[in-house]
């Protein structure tokens, strides 16, 4: 399970904590501030930080709960109703049976493991895969539930933190092996992690391991860590240069909605695929194998990429330009594959961008995972791909 919401209760505690800092800094004179004074003040909120992970991590920040102990990480798991168990073979992981997980009473685990409110089909219409953004645990519903809604049988068999190569091991182990023939297979494609995923997945098979080490270890962020408290930047920004409180924030970029206006820090870019080409053409083998897989059993293999935050606010901000330039690469490269492996590819940009004109589609300014609207989105543009292949 992903930890990215955050309460507004967790917040008062940690931003108060921050603006005491903030204050007490800015009433004092820096350039006659002596490094002693700094260096303790630093000390201060730094073990403030530490006190409070360690003895209250009911308290911590959600989305910065990666950054715990495992066993710190398993108390607040406990306390806010995210607890969950997992099981599985190999690198595949999934949900144990039939398991409630009190923080999203929405969200029912079926008998396999997986988040789908009906029995398995042995002809469904449609099989899903992905990661955490088409489990949508945040959300009430998921793409799944509204393809049933019209009259879709479905198998939804995403998970939080999957990477391709999961997705390929889901297909086969779930679908193949128990002789299930959909229709079509839609994979979603998240480019703001899921090269990086797939890396990490390659690792962990050379090195033999299997998916109690690769579910169990926090993925770190280097841009998370930064930002946490931001005390790293104001102190460096105060070393080099005595007036930083004017200084435009090196981390944070502003996003301009049509209703709100607001700045993030971590966007989850994609990579440039002409830099990290290792990590893209594990991808694209990995689509390749689902395909033929699918293929095996009569279906049709739909490809929907699915842009980052960063991709789709460069839309209404320059600042990201460089994540659109990124995407742009990586849509490029996939349309090029599918001309000869025959690969549907659905581009996510236009779907997610219209909706977020009118409404936020993530669950929160920082987050990349999608709400009812941003699920909406997602699968009206699956809806349309295949009512347009079932003609």
Do not use: C
């Not at 967790?10 to 108060?16: D, R, S, T, V, W």
């Not at 002596?34 to 991590?57: D, G, K, R, T």
């Not at 994979?187 to 899921?194: E, T």
Request: glycine share 4%; proline share 4%.
């Amino acid at each position: 399970m992903e930890y990215n919401y955050i309460n507004s209760k967790e917040n008062i505690i940690f931003i108060g904590l921050f603006f005491i800092l903030l204050i007490t800094i800015s009433i004092l004179n820096l350039k006659k501030l002596v490094n002693y004074s700094s260096y303790i003040l630093v000390i201060v909120f730094i073990s403030v930080e530490l006190a409070l992970v360690q003895f209250y991590p009911q308290l911590w920040p959600k989305n910065l709960v990666g950054y715990m102990e495992p066993n710190k990480q398993k108390e607040f798991a406990k306390a806010n109703g995210l607890q969950v168990d997992m099981l599985g073979e190999n690198l595949l992981y999934y949900y144990r049976p039939n398991q409630k997980i009190g923080a999203y009473p929405e969200f029912k685990v079926d008998k396999n493991g997986y988040r789908n409110k009906e029995e398995w089909s042995n002809n469904p219409d449609i099989v899903m895969l992905g990661d955490s953004i088409t489990i949508a645990a945040g959300s009430k519903v998921d793409a799944a539930d509204l393809f049933r809604n019209e009259g879709f049988k479905v198998i939804n068999l995403s998970m939080g933190g999957y990477a391709p190569q999961q997705y390929r091991d889901a297909l086969s182990y779930k679908i193949i092996k128990n002789n299930i023939k959909p229709k079509f297979v839609i994979v979603v494609l998240f480019v703001g992690n899921d090269f990086r995923d797939s890396t990490l997945y390659n690792q962990y098979k050379i090195e033999g391991k299997d998916y109690k080490a690769y579910f169990g270890e926090p993925k770190l962020q280097i841009e998370y860590r930064k930002n946490i408290f931001e005390i790293e930047r104001l102190f460096l920004a105060w070393k080099s240069h005595n007036d930083w409180l004017k200084r435009e924030e090196p981390y944070l970029r502003e996003v301009n909605l049509p209703y709100k206006n607001f700045r993030i820090g971590y966007a989850w870019s994609p990579p440039d695929i002409e830099v990290e080409k290792a990590s893209y053409m594990l991808v694209e083998n990995t689509l390749l194998e689902i395909n033929k897989l699918s293929n095996n059993v009569g279906a049709k293999t739909i490809l929907m990429v699915m842009p980052s935050p960063g991709v789709i606010y460069s839309n209404f901000s320059e600042k990201f330009n460089d994540e659109a330039i990124n995407y742009k690469k990586i849509l490029k490269r996939l349309e090029l594959q599918s001309k000869n492996s025959k690969i549907e590819i659905i581009d996510g940009m236009p779907n997610l961008t219209y909706a977020l004109k009118n409404n936020f589609i993530f669950l929160n300014n920082s987050d990349t995972h999608l709400n009812e609207f941003g699920v909406d989105a997602m699968f009206i543009a699956m809806k349309n791909k295949v009512y347009e292949l079932s003609k």
